[in-house]
């Protein structure tokens, strides 16, 4: 597809380009949306830079302990920063422990912030589906639809693109939904569109790694949508029952014996 894109007489990688977009741009967004919450703009970026950055480091670090076999022989390429020598999970650990230390020394509202966040995710995750699609990626199974790309003279779903359109689709519904008084909420609903997104794209992805029988990002993003309307459905009764519960026998005490300023 497209590995490289080209910039007059410079010719750039996709993916890391794209990835470094992808950073800007969510927190970017991020940023933004965290003003709804009572965020400061910079507390937003600072955090969520200090989380990219100690991810990234992590991943690579972790990468070279790994396989230091072969960065022994050619030290090199210690430096060379290919999308394969990183390691997830680790990365995303130390992300989240390098942000939840900045919460705690600014002493910020982990919820508002993680909320705020959650709006820069799904900019950038849809950033990243359209990387996958022009790198090749995610590839899609074989469509007749109007919709659909040719991959190597076959015509596919481009089941990325699915991904990309999703994650902003459910962006713009997180952003109109928010409520300022109530992040956890919007945590939730971003998490629940954002898993179905990934269970209901991925069904059209012909390169889908699998777990046992079902596919595993498929898997995920049920997971997640479920955890989520489970979490969505347990606040949501708590504010019913909280609303529609009688007031407490002091507050109605403290009210009747306040005199009443209409006479005097």
């Not at 380009?17 to 919450?37: D, P, V, Y």
């Not at 969520?48 to 230091?68: D, H, K, S, T």
Request: aromatic residues 10%; neutral net charge; proline residues 6%.
């Amino acid at each position: 597809m497209y590995s490289s894109l080209p910039f007059g007489p410079v010719t750039l990688p996709t993916g890391p380009i794209i990835a470094l977009l992808a950073i800007f741009l969510g927190l970017e967004t991020a940023s933004r949306f965290g003003r709804r919450l009572g965020l400061r703009v910079d507390d937003v970026w600072n955090a969520g830079l200090l989380a990219v950055l100690a991810g990234l480091i992590v991943a690579r670090l972790w990468n070279v302990i790994q396989f230091w076999y072969v960065y022994a022989a050619e030290p090199a390429l210690i430096f060379s920063l290919r999308p394969s020598g990183f390691v997830f999970w680790p990365g995303l650990a130390a992300a989240l422990i390098a942000g939840y230390a900045y919460l705690l020394r600014q002493a910020l509202h982990p919820v508002r912030m993680l909320a705020a966040l959650s709006a820069g995710l799904l900019t950038a995750a849809g950033l990243l589906a359209v990387s996958d699609y022009l790198t090749g990626a995610i590839t899609g199974l074989p469509s007749d639809l109007p919709w659909a790309r040719p991959y190597y003279g076959e015509m596919q779903h481009p089941a990325a693109l699915y991904r990309a359109v999703g994650f902003w689709t459910a962006l713009v519904i997180v952003w109109l939904t928010a409520r300022p008084e109530r992040p956890g909420r919007t945590i939730g609903i971003a998490v629940l569109l954002g898993g179905l997104v990934v269970l209901v794209a991925d069904a059209f992805a012909a390169n889908a790694a699998v777990a046992g029988m079902f596919r595993r990002d498929q898997l995920l993003g049920f997971g997640l949508a479920l955890v989520a309307a489970v979490g969505l459905a347990w606040t949501e009764q708590r504010a019913a029952a909280a609303a529609s519960a009688p007031p407490l026998e002091s507050d109605t005490a403290s009210v009747a014996s306040m005199p009443d300023t209409a006479e005097h």
